[in-house]
């Protein structure tokens, strides 16, 4: 899913470019996300296959109409209405009955006896439909896709074990000394083998917010093995609608909307903290094309194309306890959060809100596309102009909650 210097689509490397080189292009005009990737919802695919005429990827020899591609452009073109109404219905559905389990699904307290799969289930359904308004002159086209997934998955913690909580320790090397030192006259060796140093009042709050560990110790490092569910749930939306009219014998003219609204969430860096992604894609295409001459066509475009994310994390803690002032970080439009708890080189998972959150991300592209088409017996022509503007709107408040 969302990546913070990715975006949410598939990443392809093709010719051997970054997959922020290649052109993404839907009824002729972008359609790249605002890390300039592959468009793409929350699922981190784009939706809508059964609203796809034509499919086209070139990969070298690029005529000139197609800049701001290294790698490959990816070309596709929607279906459009006809003189006869034609439409579809579909549904996929996958389970967890119906999927081979995950090796790390097993029992904590057992860990050699598998246990049950965790949930899942997948609903991806839609239907188009298509036909004449006005016969031989103004016709529609629609689609809608929906996407609904309840996975969990199984995430293993490190975490402090009871002894841990209760102020209880290892009695091991640190910073090249043994915690609770070495018997007198004997160097090289632990007086004892754990040490109660009892924990702090202000500490014992954040220690406490550690789930106590159910797969076992780790050794006597004063750790254990935490397993748990995590719940990812998933929806995502796509709508296409196009409108084709002939104006007149020399001209047709079509405008396209395409919509792909979704929201993803997880539990993130710890068993408590839920991070959500909302995402939303909007496309608007207008084209007219005009016949001079049987020899002569220009065709005209003009597109406004949106693409936003917003990336947040919500958690339990209470707010006395964040690291940085509540109002402080709600003053930034988000929900805010305790921080981060991380031990470096101890072992210990990190804990807490995450360091990349939150961000938000709207990039909104005007684009303006004139082509002149002459063809002169077995010679052909094209000449145009393409005048794009990319206006790019964010946020990134990293380690707004403090570590």
């Not at 029992?107 to 308004?133: H, M, Y």
């Not at 929906?146 to 998955?153: A, F, M, Q, V, Y």
């Not at 093995?225 to 995590?230: D, E, G, H, Q, S």
């Not at 938000?360 to 063809?375: A, E, K, M, S």
Request: glycine residues 10%.
């Amino acid at each position: 899913n969302y990546n913070v210097h990715r975006g949410s689509g598939t990443q392809l490397s093709i010719n051997g470019a970054r997959t922020d080189q290649n052109l993404f292009i839907q009824d002729g005009t972008n359609t790249n996300d605002f890390f300039n990737m592959t468009p793409g919802g929350v699922t981190g695919d784009s939706l809508g296959v059964e609203a796809i005429k034509e499919f086209k990827v070139l990969t070298h020899n690029f005529s000139a109409e197609y800049g701001q591609a290294g790698g490959a452009v990816i070309t596709t073109v929607s279906k459009s209405g006809t003189n006869e109404i034609h439409g579809n219905v579909f549904e996929f559905h996958r389970n967890s009955a119906l999927d081979s389990r995950n090796f790390f699904d097993r029992d904590p307290v057992n860990p050699t006896v598998r246990s049950d799969v965790p949930a899942f289930k997948r609903n991806q359904f839609g239907f188009t439909l298509g036909g004449p308004i006005v016969p031989d002159r103004t016709f529609f086209f629609g689609s809608f896709e929906g996407l609904r997934e309840r996975l969990s998955t199984t995430e293993i913690s490190t975490f402090p074990n009871q002894d841990a909580h209760n102020g209880i320790l290892p009695n091991v090397r640190f910073r090249g000394r043994f915690i609770c030192g070495e018997p007198r006259g004997v160097r090289g060796q632990p007086s004892q083998p754990f040490c109660d140093i009892g924990v702090v009042p202000n500490v014992q709050p954040y220690l406490d917010l550690y789930p106590l560990p159910n797969g076992g110790d780790v050794g006597d490092s004063g750790l254990g093995l935490y397993f748990w569910n995590n719940p990812r749930p998933l929806n995502e939306d796509y709508f296409l609608v196009k409108l084709d009219h002939k104006l007149t014998d020399s001209d047709d003219f079509f405008i396209r909307s395409t919509i792909s609204d979704g929201e993803f969430s997880e539990l993130n860096e710890s068993s408590i903290w839920r991070r959500t992604e909302e995402n939303l894609n909007q496309y608007w295409t207008l084209e007219e094309k005009h016949i001079f001459s049987p020899n002569l066509l220009n065709e005209f475009r003009f597109a406004f194309n949106r693409s936003s994310s917003r990336t947040d994390e919500t958690g339990p803690v209470d707010e006395s306890m964040w690291f940085v002032d509540p109002a402080r970080q709600k003053a930034a439009g988000f929900e805010g959060g305790m921080g981060l708890l991380f031990c470096r080189g101890c072992g210990i998972n990190q804990f807490g809100t995450s360091t990349r959150t939150p961000q938000q991300h709207v990039l909104n592209t005007f684009q303006y596309i004139d082509n002149l088409i002459w063809t002169h017996g077995d010679h052909s022509l094209k000449a145009g102009i393409s005048y794009t503007r990319f206006q790019y709107n964010y946020r990134n408040f990293a380690r707004l909650q403090g570590t």
